[in-house]
């Protein structure tokens, strides 16, 4: 069982910057695959960027140039850094693990993440 906690979200102007930190539990993080997820309001939940456990690196359209994601095995965390925002950067934003270690999949797809964080907010004022 995999334990994910996400911080850093808040309010932030357009332009501005934040950084998202994702927790996890468990001694084998570094075998798992981590992927950035998010969700408007009234909107489905869009992939945003993913790292695979041999870090491999993808990113939706929407975000490339402007978010990076990483990945800290020593700490068990991965990270989200968001430059640039825009006000349709609000959203809440999740942290989700594969179901499985050393896998290779569709890191795009939300059916590969089993385990889920519950969500930090951001909010971009324009």
């Known amino acids: 069982q995999v334990q994910l906690v996400e911080s850093g979200g808040g309010l932030v102007q357009a332009g501005g910057s934040l950084r998202l930190s994702c927790a996890a539990s468990?001694?084998?993080?570094?075998?798992?695959?981590m992927g950035w997820f998010r969700q408007a309001p009234g909107k489905e939940r869009e992939f945003v960027a993913a790292?695979?456990?041999?870090?491999?690196?993808y990113y939706g359209d929407s975000v490339k140039g402007r978010f990076t994601i990483s990945r800290d095995n020593a700490k068990s965390t991965v990270y989200l850094q968001m430059n640039s925002l825009k006000a349709e950067d609000t959203a809440l934003y999740y942290c989700?693990?594969?179901?499985?270690?050393?896998?290779?999949?569709?890191?795009?797809?939300?059916?590969?993440?089993?385990?889920w964080g519950q969500g930090t907010q951001v909010t971009v004022s324009s």
């Open positions: 989700a693990a594969d179901s499985g270690q050393y896998r290779s999949g569709n890191y795009y797809s939300e059916s590969t993440y089993k385990y």
């Open positions: 468990g001694p084998t993080f570094s075998s798992y695959a």
């Open positions: 790292i695979s456990w041999s870090r491999s690196i």
